[in-house]
């Protein structure tokens, strides 16, 4: 059983920066791919970006990349999503979630996801 808490969200200024936290605890950690999801109002949940575990693969949507980046930190059981020049659009409600060595650009596209957070809300305004 894993338990995952976000973190980090909060109201920032088109172009800005955020950096999001997710802290996970369980057995076995090192077989899970965590990845970065989020949900705008009136939109479907679009995966962001995902990271896997003994292999390091990453993945990110096309529409983050060059902004967003991925990292993990084995040692903290923390997985970060460092937001930079962030827009509008991305506000939304961001979730973390964990799947047992799941292939991480799978994991994005079609999140079976085993475990979720309750999310942490990014909102993009002036």
């Known amino acids: 059983q894993l338990h995952l808490v976000e973190s980090g969200g909060g109201l920032v200024q088109p172009g800005g920066s955020l950096r999001l936290s997710c802290a996970v605890s369980?057995?076995?950690?090192?077989?899970?791919?965590i990845g970065w999801f989020r949900r705008a109002p009136e939109k479907e949940r679009e995966g962001v970006s995902c990271?896997?575990?003994?292999?390091?693969?990453?993945f990110s949507v096309n529409s983050v990349k060059g902004r967003f980046t991925i990292s993990r930190d084995n040692a903290k059981n923390t997985v970060y999503l460092q937001m930079n020049n962030l827009k509008p659009e991305d506000t939304a409600m961001y979730y973390c979630?964990?799947?047992?060595?799941?292939?991480?650009?799978?994991?994005?596209?079609?999140?079976?996801?085993?475990?979720w957070g309750q999310g942490t809300q990014v909102t993009v305004a002036s």
């Open positions: 979630a964990a799947g047992f060595m799941r292939n991480v650009q799978s994991m994005c596209e079609d999140p079976l996801g085993d475990y």
């Open positions: 990271i896997g575990g003994r292999d390091g693969g990453e």
């Open positions: 369980g057995p076995s950690l090192e077989y899970y791919t």
